[in-house]
């Protein structure tokens, strides 16, 4: 497994976990595939390194991950095209400027928490 691969599966191997606590809490570590297959036990030279791979591949095909828009895409979608005196407050109060966004960030996505209080819903790829 290249590089590339390898912080990909480790991505959605925390996606995997995280899906599975949200929902199923005590039980999460109990039903995963994973935790209760042959490859994991030990975590050392004998550890199916292959096999967890396919298990959070096949996971993650079955479940892909939600994609927001980008800011510029949400911004212009709104007609803020320009820096305007716009300002998005966030839970700590940090608080996102519009320019920030439309220099710094503007082609990242934008983050789930704040998309949901956008009301924006997700695309799967």
């Known amino acids: 497994m290249g590089m590339t691969n390898f912080a990909q599966t480790m991505r959605n191997w925390q996606r995997m976990c995280k899906y599975l606590d949200e929902r199923y ?4 570590c109990r039903i995963c595939l994973i935790h209760n297959c042959d ?24 479940h ?25 407050s966030d839970e700590n109060d940090t608080g996102l400027k519009v320019e920030d966004i439309l220099t710094e960030k503007a082609n990242q996505p934008i983050p789930p928490e704040i998309a949901t209080a956008l009301g924006l819903e997700p695309h799967y790829e």
Do not use: H, Q
């Open 25 to 28: 809490e005590e039980e999460s």
């Open 64 to 88: 892909p991950e939600p994609k927001y828009p980008t800011w510029r895409e949400y911004l212009k979608k709104m007609g803020l095209t320009t820096p305007k005196s716009v300002y998005f």
């Open 39 to 62: 490859a994991i036990w030990g975590m050392d030279e004998a550890t199916d390194w292959g096999k967890i791979e396919e298990i959070v591949n096949t996971w993650a095909a079955e």
